[in-house]
């Protein structure tokens, strides 16, 4: 976990961001404070040459919009051509069927490195629109200790099936190749009460699988062990007064703070 | 106010907004805060699915275009057919023609159950674009203790007019339907020193609106009392060096912790 | 600079901001905190009228589009026809074609007061996207005390060329017209892992522009002198768990808190 942050804080990773308008400031500062670099851009006739200069490409369909979903898949591909590391971030797949589909054509027409979402998104990614969902539909709509066993499998499964890191966020988070998966107990309950931390996790797992590019699964785990990390260094400076919107400042400002040292002393985690 | 505030923690209003890039984030973070749980979508294929599997709407015309503009009428529509609320923030409505004409156009085609905004723009989608204003035209500019009396008998007759509850917020703030005015003095000055005070409130009324249906005009006002509440207990945690960035986050705090309770005792309000 | 700074708290300065989704808020909330007063809208059918009722226009190209881009030249033309204050921010010049292209179209239809980038920004205006960059292509990338006598050169050079003043901000921040740059030694290195202080310095630097039509120079250096305070009085007042998250409050913070006669003592400035 170590090493991973301080290549991160070495190589300045820069990361070009197709992000979503709600938390695209927040997604910009945790990148910053990680020691990476962001560039945002969602232009079709410009994303080319973004993400040509960048070593990284997170993409986020947040608020995706006609506008903007070809320029992730132009992006992607460049990135590809490149050997940039992909990231996708498939936010409310399965709420829409804009959302699930451009989902699902993403990871079938660009090679991600890692795909980050919740529990619900991943099914969505794994299970598609489709009504039959075969065996893995079991899977819960949570990870718990109770349904951890099924879940890891679940994530192990998905990863070879598309071929990259699947990292599932929540309160137990899991972080998967198809033979490993790093079970992750960092985190508070209240970071749900923030809008974002999920988008500002995904661009800085971006900059952390670009400055780890040999060691990519423990890379991935290393920014959800972060990101939790600092939500519990957060939460310890709060005072009474403070709430959701300065707990936002609080977990930025804990990464700003962080070094690979303390990182490896506060990751709690287990590879299964 | 008390329980008008508690079934929006008990509920957990989901809120679909289509609102502008300007304050967006603020506006999730105080959703998050108040209890109810924000999405936002602003392309016209995904409204339509995201404003289905939502309680309320809260349509903000603040960075409208030509492409949102569609969403609001296609997502406006769906929710109005699923008897969802809809809540309207007619940002800059008399500034531009483009603003103007959108909101007259919104008003004349979906049905809202609430707008909110500054006596201004509640006074261009009285009067519309035209010269001729009618006897309403002699509404002062603001809201103080000399304009009241006058002001209230315009918030009712626009809301019978409408066929919804007309929020208009100030120095005094005013909820009205047609029958009732609810006369508001909590808040301060040094809110309308931060971008996007009214744009939260917008977001936060269409959740209590969604979590109490069979007392609007009380939710609508519950969101009112609790902002401006929320703006004097934020002012009471500023230390000297804070200013209006802090003061941001202070607000939204002061929601985060605020309960029934508190704000029964908080809220000044008389109703004429 | 007191007085500068002073005529910006009296007039309170609108401005109109077609600006990136990254950091519009602080844009708008550091417009407020030094007393103007922000606009943003940025679509075809909507800037002209906005743009009219303004002080001011700043462009920022941070996340152009093609939807965005034909507004910036019909609001910025329109802005010349009423002899408002008009400011560019490149954000990215050279980095893209898009971006490249767009700032040296701009330069071309639409008349400048101010120009505010990095260095290597306004080198590519100055230079355009050729090969052939004649004698100033040896300006060095980044000023210091080192290449401070070229880089003055430079700035008063492109400023005549460009007819339009000239700020190139970094570690010593420029500010000049053909005959005269100030060169400021304000801020802090820490700055630059916040995103977005160009963009709001961009912002604060029109309004100031707007409140002192007769002396322009003057007012643009003001505004670098005032961000840069801001930044050594926010880092004054950082803690030791603050990080970039909370420096990026404490700086608009700082703004709000400042005046005049602080501005005056705090200010570090030689004019060449």
């Known amino acids: 976990m170590k090493k991973c942050f301080e290549n991160v804080r070495k190589n ?36 080319v040459d973004i993400t040509t200069i960048c070593g990284g490409l997170n993409i986020n369909i947040g608020t995706l919009n006609q506008h903007t979903i070809p320029s992730m898949f132009l992006a992607g591909k460049r990135a590809n051509e490149l050997g940039h590391t992909v990231l996708l971030d498939p936010v409310g797949a399965g709420a829409s069927a804009l959302r699930t589909n451009t989902a699902l054509d993403l990871i079938r027409d660009v090679k ?33 200790d109770e349904t951890l066993e099924a879940a890891i499998t679940f994530a192990k499964e998905i990863s070879a ?82 709430g959701n919107s300065t707990y936002r400042n609080r977990i930025i400002d804990a990464i700003y703070n962080m070094d690979g040292d303390a990182l490896e002393k506060g990751a709690k985690y287990e590879v299964r």
């Open 12 to 47: 300045v990773p820069l990361v070009h961001n197709i992000t979503n308008y709600v938390t695209v400031n927040d997604v910009a500062n945790v990148l910053l404070a990680c020691g990476g670099s962001p560039i945002m851009s969602d232009d079709s006739e410009d994303v």
């Open 161 to 242: 099936r598309l071929g990259c890191i699947i990292a599932i966020t929540g309160a137990i988070d899991l972080v998967a190749d198809k033979d490993n998966c790093y079970v992750i107990r960092n985190g508070r309950a209240e970071m749900g009460k923030i809008t974002g931390t999920g988008c500002q996790l995904s661009g800085m797992m971006t900059a952390f699988l670009v400055a780890n590019p040999d060691n990519e699964l423990k890379a991935a785990a290393a920014a959800v062990c972060a990101m939790g990390f600092a939500g519990e260094i957060g939460w310890s400076n709060m005072k009474p007064e403070d």
């Open 112 to 144: 991600f490195h890692a795909i980050r979402g919740n529990i619900s998104e991943i099914k969505t990614l794994a299970f598609g629109s489709g009504s039959t969902k075969g065996v893995d539909a079991d899977v819960a709509d949570a990870v718990t």
